[in-house]
Nanobody
Framework: QVQLVESGGGLVQAGGSLRLSCVVS????????RAWFRQAPGKEREFVAA????????IYHESVKGRFTISRDNAKRTMYLQMNSLKSDDTAVYYC???????????????????WGQGTQVTVSS
């Protein structure tokens, strides 16, 4: 069983920064893609960013490009999401997720992911 635990959420003013972390534990696959999704009240779950097994390839939702950076440290089994220039539209619960495999293909779709964390709230005040 794989467990994911997010941390780092909180309340921040517009224009500020936060860094989210997600630690994975348990029997993880030999290679896996990691991603961040978010869900605001009354809205569907939305893709934010994903990183491949090596950490060398990343993809982002258009709305966060240039502001957010996803990274991973496999030795620490941790993934990060550095969020800069935050906007009120970024307010949501942020979830980390894991899926089997090495490729980022189809990683924008939450249905493709196998394991999820419990989520961490990010609130951006304007």
């Amino acid at each position: 069983q794989v467990q994911l635990v997010e941390s780092g959420g909180g309340l921040v003013q517009a224009g500020g920064s936060l860094r989210l972390s997600c630690v994975v534990s348990g029997r993880t696959p030999s290679s896996y893609v990691r991603a961040w999704f978010r869900q605001a009240p009354g809205k569907e779950r939305e893709f934010v960013a994903a990183v491949d097994w090596s950490g060398g390839s990343t993809i982002y939702h258009e709305s966060v490009k240039g502001r957010f950076t996803i990274s991973r440290d496999n030795a620490k089994r941790t993934m990060y999401l550095q969020m800069n220039s935050l906007k009120s539209d970024d307010t949501a619960v942020y979830y980390c997720a894991v899926r089997y495999g090495m490729s980022l293909v189809m990683s924008e779709y939450w249905e493709r992911f196998d394991y999820w964390g419990q989520g961490t709230q990010v609130t951006v005040s304007s």
